[in-house]
Nanobody, 120 residues
Framework: QLQASGGGLVQAGGSLRLSCAASGRIFSSYALGWFHQAPGKEREFVAA????????YYADSVKGRFTISRDNAKNTVYLQMNSLKPEDTAVYYC???????????????WGQGTLVTVSS
């Protein structure tokens, strides 16, 4: 029900845009979020957006560099990642929750993850 894509290998300072396509039922009524998990670390919140798109939330580590947005016509949420750093290297997951949250336990649906690797 959630399909993430757009990961890849990029040099530090570069950009990537992740996409996550959701089923219409989820997309029309759920907030959407992005989390990442680096090797050997716990999954961490990255960004979230309300179902209207009117409210966005970011982890301090990505504020000013990443932008979350959604296209309701395409049932897709995006994560534009600029000024990438090696510490951004992780598997990125999209997820859906009734309301935006920084807590992964609040999310009901998860995508399969897409790997982002930032080389120094």
């Amino acid at each position: 029900q959630l399909q993430a894509s757009g990961g890849g290998l990029v040099q530090a300072g570069g950009s990537l845009r992740l996409s996550c396509a959701a089923s219409g039922r989820i997309f029309s009524s759920y907030a959407l979020g992005w989390f990442h998990q680096a090797p050997g670390k716990e999954r961490e919140f990255v960004a979230a957006i309300s179902w209207t798109g009117g409210h966005t939330y970011y982890a301090d580590s990505v504020k000013g560099r990443f932008t979350i947005s959604r296209d309701n016509a395409k049932n897709t949420v995006y994560l534009q990642m600029n000024s990438l750093k090696p510490e951004d290297t992780a598997v990125y997951y999209c997820a859906a929750a009734p309301i935006p949250s920084r807590l992964d336990r609040e999310y009901d649906y998860w995508g399969q993850g897409t790997l982002v690797t930032v080389s120094s």
